[in-house]
Nanobody
Framework: QVQLVESGGGLVQPGGSLRLSCVAS????????MAWFRQAPGTEREFVAG????????VYAYYVEGRFTISRDDSKNTVYLQMNDLEPEDTAVYYC???????????????WGQGTQVTVSS
């Protein structure tokens, strides 16, 4: 059973930056596609960014492309989400997920972390 634990969320002003981390344990390997999703109150969980392996394919949602960067350190079983130029619309709970294929749908991912809150506000 794969366990995912996120950290790094918090309160930041518009235009600021945060880096989220997700540590995986219990059966992941370097070829496991990893992704970040987010969910704001009253909305559906949505895809943010995904990566199928270190140095491999990366996909971003259009609303974060150019501002967010996903990366992974397979030696540490950790995936990161560097978030720059944050906007109030980025406020949400951010979830790390591990799946079988690099896709953008919630149903394509089998394992989820508990989430970390990101709040962008002045």
């Amino acid at each position: 059973q794969v366990q995912l634990v996120e950290s790094g969320g918090g309160l930041v002003q518009p235009g600021g930056s945060l880096r989220l981390s997700c540590v995986a344990s219990g059966g992941t390997d370097s070829n496991y596609p990893m992704a970040w999703f987010r969910q704001a109150p009253g909305t559906e969980r949505e895809f943010v960014a995904g990566n199928d392996r270190s140095g491999g394919n990366t996909v971003y949602a259009y609303y974060v492309e150019g501002r967010f960067t996903i990366s992974r350190d397979d030696s540490k079983n950790t995936v990161y989400l560097q978030m720059n130029d944050l906007e109030p619309e980025d406020t949400a709970v951010y979830y790390c997920a591990a799946g079988r294929l690099l896709r953008t749908e919630v149903d394509d991912y089998d394992f989820w972390g508990q989430g970390t809150q990101v709040t962008v506000s002045s």
